[in-house]
């Protein structure tokens, strides 16, 4: 979708192939183990919106989450989320005629898959061979891909939206080509119905276009930013009076507000620090080192030169969407580290971007023996935590587990 002029060979189809099937390996790893690891009590709860669907029919749920005690027949709504990832675990089951949890962490990794082929695709247009490679192996085996790739959660499902409206907004800003911009709406309205990140993804757009408008873009840059933000609230306020029907809209602004602050004395340092180990945990070192080293790099260009190249903005515009949900909801950022889910497609094309960037200033040995120092701290790194993430069941989700069963 969007070419960068770069002339050397990109990622090769073979590796790439190579690298889907090993991560769609990992990805397989423990995929039939009970809901036991960390965080999958997601996986536990949505499984059982999803059954509720198929045991009581849309007609009595309305399309939203509960869950369903079927001893004393009680409905249960949960109403902080849009229901859409229920609504398409349910259809899933269906399709399959299996509802364990197998199944359901196949779904998001199906997803998951998606969004690596997309950004494949951009490796393969945009970067040369070696750090290309670099960047595809990170997303093949970091965890952040390798493990919550296959959470039961909203994030494995909405990022190749994510990914598809950041390219379509980009190639309609390019190229003034009105399809690419019905996609992006597109693409929003069908995210939306399933995390709220989608909206505030389109208002992060909205705010790029205004940039561009007052950068002398063009009114339509101006026109596309109104729309974006208006369309955005009418998509939030339409799916929160959905969801929150049965529950009440008090309720989802208390949700709404405990994830807006820190609580506690818990402080912004401490979030910030939190959220770097996460990063480097999850994403590893180098791919950590890597991230830090863009975010300064282009901004260094930036107020040196006043103008980014075409590939650095589209790599900075996936990084500021990525960042916003971290910084807009610290209570989240706090207690999940998949929250930095969205950040997969910054951090892993960062990679490519500064090993590019250091190409040229290195001997065809150094090179060689970066690229093998780096590979193997990726694969060393994330096998380390995979390895840890699976040892032990987490007693947190067990405790969470078991007040669910009682439900389908």
Same mark, same amino acid.
């Given at each position: ?224 930013? +109104?729309? &974006?933000?208006? @369309? *955005?609230?009418?998509?939030?306020? #339409?799916?929160? =009076? %959905?969801?929150? $029907?049965?529950?009440? /809209? ?36 180098? +791919?950590? &080192?890597?991230? @830090? *080293?863009?975010?300064?790099?282009? #901004?260094?260009? =930036? %107020?040196?030169? $006043?103008?980014?190249? /075409? ?98």
């Amino acid at each position: 979708m969007v070419a960068s002029g770069h002339r050397s060979p990109g990622l090769s189809l073979v590796a790439g192939a190579a690298l889907v099937v090993l991560l769609a390996a990992l990805l397989a790893l423990h995929s039939a183990d009970p809901w036991r690891y960390l965080h999958d009590d997601n996986g536990r709860r949505y499984s059982s919106y999803a059954r509720t669907h198929l045991a009581l029919g849309l007609a009595e749920t309305g399309g939203r989450d509960f869950f369903f005690d079927p001893r004393a027949g009680r409905l249960v709504p949960y109403g902080h989320h849009p229901p859409g990832l229920g609504l398409l675990l349910a259809g899933w089951f269906r399709l399959t005629g299996n509802d364990g949890p197998r199944t359901a962490r196949a779904l998001p990794g199906l997803f998951h898959l998606v969004s690596v082929l997309l950004l494949f695709g951009l490796l393969r247009r945009q970067y040369s061979g070696a750090p290309a490679l670099m960047a595809a192996l990170a997303l093949a085996v970091v965890p952040m891909s390798s493990y919550f790739g296959k959470l039961v959660n909203f994030e494995p499902v909405v990022l190749p939206l994510m990914i598809g409206l950041v390219l379509a907004y980009w190639c309609w800003a390019e190229r003034n080509e009105a399809r690419w911009l019905a996609l992006a709406l597109a693409l929003t309205a069908l995210g939306s119905l399933i995390d709220w990140t989608m909206p505030l993804f389109l208002a992060v757009l909205g705010v790029d276009a205004a940039r561009r408008w007052r950068r002398g873009g063009g009114m339509r840059f101006l026109e596309a930013s +109104v729309g &974006a933000c208006l @369309l *955005a609230l009418m998509l939030a306020a #339409a799916v929160a =009076a %959905w969801v929150s $029907g049965p529950v009440g /809209a008090h309720e989802l602004a208390t949700a709404l507000g405990f994830r807006l602050e820190l609580h506690g004395h818990y402080t912004r340092w401490q979030l910030a620090g939190k959220v770097i180990d996460y990063h480097r945990r999850y994403f590893t070192e180098p +791919v950590l &080192a890597a991230s @830090l *080293a863009t975010a300064w790099m282009t #901004a260094r260009c =930036a %107020w040196q030169h $006043g103008r980014l190249s /075409a590939r650095a903005r589209l790599l900075v515009l996936f990084g500021v969407v990525g960042i916003v949900p971290v910084l807009g909801f610290p209570s989240s950022a706090r207690y999940h580290a998949y929250w930095q889910f969205y950040l997969l497609p910054y951090a892993t094309l960062s990679l490519a971007y500064v090993l590019e960037r250091l190409a040229p200033r290195l001997s065809p040995g150094s090179r060689a023996l970066v690229y093998t120092g780096v590979a193997c701290w990726l694969v060393a790194a994330s096998t380390f935590t995979l390895s840890t993430r699976y040892a032990a069941p987490s007693l947190f989700v067990a405790k969470k587990v078991r007040q669910f069963d009682r439900y389908l």
